[in-house]
């Protein structure tokens, strides 16, 4: 059975103290850095060594160093990862956007200038056909962002964009998406890559 592993970015000065971080491009801290080697060495534990099918990620330079450091070939650097657009709200943390919209959430509320959920559901729908095409020979690989990838599980499992709020995707966590006899299914999520 092949599998969808999405590995989230490893940690950046910004998704560490909870700063929206979109287009604005954050090298990962020393953390961060041993996280995602930490994560390679995960993923291969939990998946083997055999080439996955396709390794894409954001073109985020966050991303892509994440992938260098896990070990992973990347064959595809696509838009379609990249995090939910933020617009006016880049670099501020939710308590700060609360300061002048109360109870703001990015899945209950518009962000000026940024993206809807609804425009984060159609880029998670095109990589999910994406995906599913490719799986047929051989696992994917897709390592991105942690909002984004909240919208692409909820998308996996036929669920609306703004369901993604239930689910918790940590830097540098593994999560695998898969099917049950033809039924979407979560099989592991925010998996952290801590080896003992």
Do not use: C
């Not at 109360?102 to 999910?128: D, F, I, K, N």
């Not at 993604?164 to 966590?173: K, P, R, S, T």
């Amino acid at each position: 059975m092949t599998a969808l592993y999405l590995l989230r970015h490893g940690e950046t000065d910004w998704s560490r103290t909870g700063r929206h971080t979109s287009v604005t491009d954050l090298p990962l801290t020393p953390t961060g850095e041993r996280l995602a080697g930490d994560a390679g060495r995960l993923l291969g534990t939990m998946r083997g060594a055999t080439r996955p099918a396709l390794v894409a990620t954001s073109p985020r330079g966050r991303a892509i160093r994440t992938a260098e450091l896990a070990g992973l070939s990347i064959d595809s650097v696509t838009e379609d990862l990249a995090e939910w657009d933020y617009g006016e709200y880049e670099g501020l943390s939710t308590p700060q956007i609360r300061e002048t919209v109360p109870g703001w959430t990015v899945w209950s509320h518009v962000s000026p200038g940024g993206e809807t959920a609804e425009q984060v559901g159609a880029r998670a729908a095109r990589v999910v056909e994406r995906v599913r095409d490719a799986l047929v020979d051989g696992d994917v690989i897709l390592v991105g962002h942690g909002h984004f990838s909240r919208v692409l599980v909820a998308t996996w499992l036929g669920l609306p964009p703004t369901a993604g709020v239930h689910f918790a995707l940590e830097a540098a966590a593994i999560s695998v998406l898969g099917d049950e006899r033809g039924e979407p299914q979560v099989k592991r999520l925010n998996v952290p890559p801590v080896l003992e």
